[in-house]
């Protein structure tokens, strides 16, 4: 797997929470809207994400730990959500939101 330097990471982070911070203050600017989603997409490209906001944790885990521990992260893989117990049912743990997982 290929990552991005680390500095390139931060630098694109501080611009997607820039923006991000600039769209929470004025949501109706078009050109806020659309640099904010630029920024989000090209996090997005960088980390190898589908959403911003998953591209957005995946660099700050990144930048926080050493490589091997992120690759060992990822390879890992977060358990699913629906796991099912041994009489079938799912527990309240298991039936949250994978958006807040």
Known sequence: MLLPAKAEVARHLRHYRAWERAMLVSPDDRRVRATFEDSGYTLCVLMGKRCAREAADAAERYLRTNLVTY???????????????????????????????
């Open 71 to 101: 690759l060992r992260e990822q390879s890992s893989g977060r358990p699913h959500v629906g796991v099912v117990t041994r009489r079938g049912r799912r527990t309240a743990k298991d039936r949250r939101s994978p958006a807040g997982a």
